[in-house]
């Protein structure tokens, strides 16, 4: 998967944390939230990442501009390694690769203006005050559908897809390479829910945008991403363009969400995989294939060895962690 | 900013801050504003004695210690309040009072402040090592008696002298009631410093702390330009709050003779008066007990309606 064109390449990487106990704080286990994570992403395309609550996703994409440190592995952007870049380059990656959050009701400062909010990267970052940041600011407010004169508002003046648009508007203001999405979306109504959707595709186009898009919902992701990602227990189970990966499922735990998407045409419903059994404890996780507790295809070399995401049977491109999949 | 953009700024619409909404609220309760009136009578009055004192001026309200009648005269027409064991007014020994335990009310909040913020914010965002030695540190000096700690401040201070010539400061010598606000600004940062620990933790984990981080906001920018204007309305309220327990405890120190001698305060009044009631003089004492009952109760209503104005999510409906 290595290419010249990848923006950001991320190779094995391996976030745990550790647990500790009593009154010497020793270490007693690892929680192994991301474990083993490759994959890249090419300039202007957008990468989906999904998978169901607690696997993960959001300690990637955290872990990807080093707010949680990682354990193992290489974040490779630009060809600068992120996580061992020092605090300069540290500094300057920070330019390039901005985040936009899930909860537009915890993610802007109470206490600070719209402006303030908005105009504090380029503070922070490039030192500009007075009305050339004003104006600055004022201009992308306007770009992303918020009428300029907000600028003095405070955020608990606004509803929550307002809101997000200033998350949106904050996140891109440094004119970033890099848009690390942390579902963006379902925090907000299905209406809005869309508008932000077609925002940030729209910007996509006027800034040449790469995003990483983090979601749980498969309807949104199909719409809006190029590569998909479907994440279990901190790894890739499976990985493939979007179209292939919708029409041709081959990991069973993609089957089983793939089942559960909500159709409005009768004809496409299809027959609907129930789920069976629990996610495992990340504490102790099985030493197979973390799916197999739950997996209707379960045989003996599952729950003993652990199956390496590789391309299967043929398909171009598609890739899969199954002992099943031929 | 440049004037071109002061300008601009000013045809768009303000928005409603979080402190103007609070402050909006505040307005609407009108015990709270009859009480901030009556603390504002208190605040003038001690603005105006330092500023004639300062100036010299020769205000017959502020001379508390000229004889204006003979011993232990009732109240009357002639002396409001009557007269102590000197034949000095009363009146003019509470109005002047109000000085002594104002200032140290202030300067003791002032302290404690100054060294409660600051660690308990820098303890719950750095948490680790740092704020287990800051926690340690207050939860030792909160166990002991507090009366009993201020005390033995007050006694260990007493009489000392700081040594501020390297700062071209002069020596500060410590005495009336330089140590009794030391003594209690240095005891009572305890509980503010647990306050801001607790809400910076809660704070701290919130996204717009890890967005201010994510595009490379420093530890002191995130500390003083995110964190502290969020828990900063619970700093105004417990300084309010406090304020009427920092009197108390200046009360207590002048009445059990640590405090201010040469000078009168409330509890130096009431120190004096406690022999002079069983005889039938019950004029000091009621003045004094009245001047800080009333500052006391208004501070005390005050503060509450800040904290709901403030705080809303924690009114109790």
């Known amino acids: 998967m290595v290419n010249a064109n990848n923006l950001l390449a991320v190779s094995n990487l391996k976030t745990y944390f550790a647990i500790k106990k009593g009154l010497l704080r020793r270490t007693v286990g690892y929680v192994k939230a991301v474990d083993g994570i490759s994959f890249s992403i090419e300039k202007g395309q957008t990468l989906g990442l999904v998978g169901e609550s607690g696997c993960g996703k959001t300690t990637v994409a955290r872990s990807i501009i080093r707010l949680v440190p990682a354990t193992a592995g290489q974040v490779i952007f630009e060809q600068t390694n992120v996580l061992s870049a020092d605090r300069k380059r540290l500094g300057k990656l920070r330019r390039d690769i901005s985040l936009i959050f899930q909860d537009p009701f915890s993610s802007l400062n109470p206490r600070m203006t719209v402006g303030n909010i908005v105009g504090e990267p380029l503070k922070v970052q490039k030192g500009l005050a007075g009305s050339e940041l004003t104006e600055k600011v004022a201009a992308l407010l306007s770009k992303v559908g918020l009428s300029p004169d907000h600028i003095n508002s405070y955020p608990h003046e606004f509803s929550g897809g307002q809101r997000q648009r200033i998350g949106v508007a904050r996140a891109l203001v440094l004119e970033p390479k890099l848009v690390i999405c942390d579902e963006p979306v379902s925090a907000l109504d299905v209406s809005i829910q869309s508008q932000i959707l077609n925002l940030l595709k729209d910007l996509q186009e006027d800034f040449g945008l790469t995003y990483l898009f983090i979601a749980h919902d498969l309807a949104v992701v199909e719409f809006f991403c190029d590569v998909v990602a479907v994440m279990y227990m901190g790894r890739i189970v499976e990985l493939a363009a979007a179209e292939e990966l919708y029409e041709n499922p081959l990991h069973p735990y993609t089957r089983i969400l793939m089942s559960a998407i909500p159709r409005v045409e009768p004809t496409l419903r299809g027959q609907r995989i129930p789920s069976a059994g629990e996610v495992p404890s990340a504490l102790n996780p099985p030493s197979g294939c973390a799916f197999a507790q739950r997996c209707p295809l379960v045989e003996q070399v599952c729950l003993k060895q652990m199956p390496i995401l590789e391309e299967k049977g043929g398909y171009k491109e598609h890739f899969v962690a199954c002992w099943k999949c031929q | ?317």
């Open chain 2, 1 to 317: 900013m440049n004037e071109q953009d002061v300008k601009h700024n000013k045809e768009l619409p303000k928005g409603r801050s979080l402190w103007g909404d609070g402050l909006r609220r505040l307005r609407k309760h009108k015990l709270a504003m009859v009480s901030l009136g009556i603390i504002a009578v208190y605040l003038l009055l001690t603005g105006f004695i330092y500023i004639a004192e300062l100036f010299d001026c020769q205000f017959e309200l502020i001379k508390w210690d000229a004889k204006v009648g003979s011993e232990y005269e009732p109240p009357g027409a002639e002396n409001v309040f009557g007269t102590d064991f000197l034949g000095r007014s009363v009146l003019r020994k509470t109005l002047y009072g109000a000085k002594v335990s104002i200032t140290v009310a202030f300067w003791a909040s002032v302290i404690s402040l100054v060294i409660g913020v600051p660690l308990g914010a820098i303890a719950g965002y750095f948490r680790g090592v740092i704020d287990e030695i800051i926690v340690w540190l207050y939860t030792t000096l909160s166990s002991i008696p507090y009366i009993l700690l201020i005390l033995a401040f007050a006694l260990v201070l007493k009489g000392k002298t700081i040594n501020l010539e390297w700062a071209g400061l002069g020596t500060i010598e410590l005495a009336g009631i330089t140590t009794v606000y030391l003594a209690i600004g240095l005891t009572s940062w305890v509980g503010i410093c647990r306050l801001i620990r607790g809400e910076v933790v809660k704070h701290k984990e919130r996204d717009y702390i890890l967005a201010a981080k994510s595009y490379g906001c420093s530890n002191s920018r995130i500390i003083f330009k995110h964190l502290i204007p969020n828990v900063f309305h619970l700093v105004i309220i417990s300084f309010s709050l406090r304020f009427v327990s920092f009197i108390q405890a200046e009360v207590i120190l002048s009445f059990l003779g640590l405090g201010e001698k040469n000078r009168p305060s409330w509890g130096a009044m009431i120190d004096a008066a406690r022999l002079d009631l069983p005889k039938g003089y019950w004029w000091e004492m009621t003045a004094a007990t009245a001047a800080i009952f009333f500052i006391s109760l208004a501070l005390n209503i005050f503060g509450d309606a800040l904290r709901d104005a403030l705080d809303p999510k924690l009114r109790v409906q």
